[in-house]
């Protein structure tokens, strides 16, 4: 499972590009998604490169983030009382760690697919380079998982 973050904002993005992201649902900057590993959603982020980063969330981070930033339709926090209650699992962590094996959707619990993070504490590295020299762009694998959490 990817993490998605926006990075990057809207102003001179190309109408294919700026549609994928649309489909991605990442709208605005330090907007994160979470996505399968599959064909056609690699070729998405393959398509929006430019303008995201994205890389493999570990269930530690991914708890962290649909405790703290996570949001159920309507705007309020997600509780272990709501998991409870609207779903098989007892808590938080065991929803998360559900989500994370993909056994779940967020969208099954009434939770917001899109996290709304901060900008993250001192900065992006630069948002015109890939990640591998030395920016914040494309592909960044299991370092995904630092930026989320300067994100939180």
């Known amino acids: 499972m990817f993490a998605v973050v ?5 102003a001179g993005v190309r109408r294919d590009i700026a549609d994928t992201m649309e489909m991605l649902r990442l709208n605005r900057i330090n907007h994160a998604v979470l996505v399968e590993d599959t064909p056609s959603y690699l070729g998405m982020l393959q398509k929006a490169k430019d303008y995201i980063t994205w890389g493999e969330v570990d269930q530690e981070t991914l ?20 998991i409870n209650e609207k ?5 938080v962590d065991e929803f998360a760690a559900a989500v994370f094996s993909g ?37 960044r694998g299991e370092k995904i998982n630092d930026l989320l959490k300067r994100m939180i």
């Open 6 to 10: 926006r990075v990057r904002g809207s």
């Open 63 to 82: 708890t962290a983030m649909i405790r703290k930033r996570g949001r159920l339709i309507g705007g309020d926090r997600i509780t272990d009382e709501y």
């Open 87 to 91: 779903t098989a699992y007892g808590s």
């Open 103 to 139: 056994e779940v959707k967020l969208e099954e619990a009434g939770i917001k697919p899109v996290f709304r993070l901060h900008p993250p504490r001192k900065g992006y590295e630069g948002i015109k380079k890939a990640f591998n020299e030395g920016g914040s762009l494309g592909y």
